[in-house]
């Protein structure tokens, strides 16, 4: 799996928010992205994405400009900036209904990511009820319970207590085994200096590789 980002720029009326970038993400690698907040960390990966068009510039996934179609990238899951769910249900049937959009898991796999980003206390008590970091592990839940190609996290550790961190980190090790592309994006450095295979730098506009 290919991700290659050409001569992307994205203005919002008359501010350049990225300017002329190009990246080549491949699968089998963590890819961290650094940068203060409103540095257009989330606007790059919302692009990615399919949520927003670039100004100009393409994105292209294995040889596919999908953005130019109107599509949105196959095989994706991504935690962009704050979670939400229906804040009635409790948080397994919010993943419940998510998994009946594409019926490609069932009781089995929800069970599996709910005990793996230690969610079983809280599985049964409603959305409006969690706490930021609870909210944070159960975005990440969804992210990963389908077992996507390519995997986008924001902000992932917000919240989150130390050791389901150090799980989560584990788990996204893992992933990467499975030839994934992930991305993560935080303003805390050591967040992605822990995880990351490759980490770029995002500031005025620009994204630089610095480790």
């Known amino acids: 799996m290919k991700l290659e980002i050409n001569n992307l720029t994205k203005e919002f009326k ?5 300017n002329n970038i190009n ?4 699968s089998g690698k963590i890819y961290g992205f650094i ?10 990966l919302k692009i990615i994405c399919g949520f927003y068009k670039p100004t100009s510039g393409t994105v292209i996934l294995d040889g596919k400009d999908y953005l130019n179609s109107n599509e949105f990238p196959e095989d994706t899951r991504a935690l962009i900036e704050k979670p939400k769910f ?8 919010n993943l419940e209904l998510l998994a009946s959009i594409q019926n490609k898991i069932g009781k089995k ?3 599996d990511i709910i005990d793996k980003m230690n969610l079983k206390t809280e599985a049964n008590k409603k959305y409006s009820k969690y706490s930021l970091g609870t909210k944070q592990k159960l975005g990440i839940a969804q992210v990963l319970m389908e077992n996507p190609k390519m995997i986008i996290l924001d902000e992932p550790f917000n919240g989150v207590e130390n050791s389901t961190a150090d799980k989560i980190r584990d788990l996204l090790r893992e992933e990467k085994k499975q030839d994934k592309i992930i991305i993560i994006a935080s303003h805390i450095k050591e967040d992605i200096y822990k995880l990351a295979d490759t980490v770029f730098e995002v ?3 620009n994204i630089k590789e610095i480790s």
């Open 14 to 18: 008359e501010n350049v928010i990225l």
């Open 23 to 26: 990246l080549t993400l491949e």
């Open 35 to 44: 940068g203060r907040n409103g540095s257009g960390k989330s606007v790059l």
């Open 86 to 93: 229906l804040p009635d249900l409790t948080g397994y049937e």
């Open 109 to 111: 796999e929800i069970d």
């Open 203 to 205: 500031d005025g506009g």
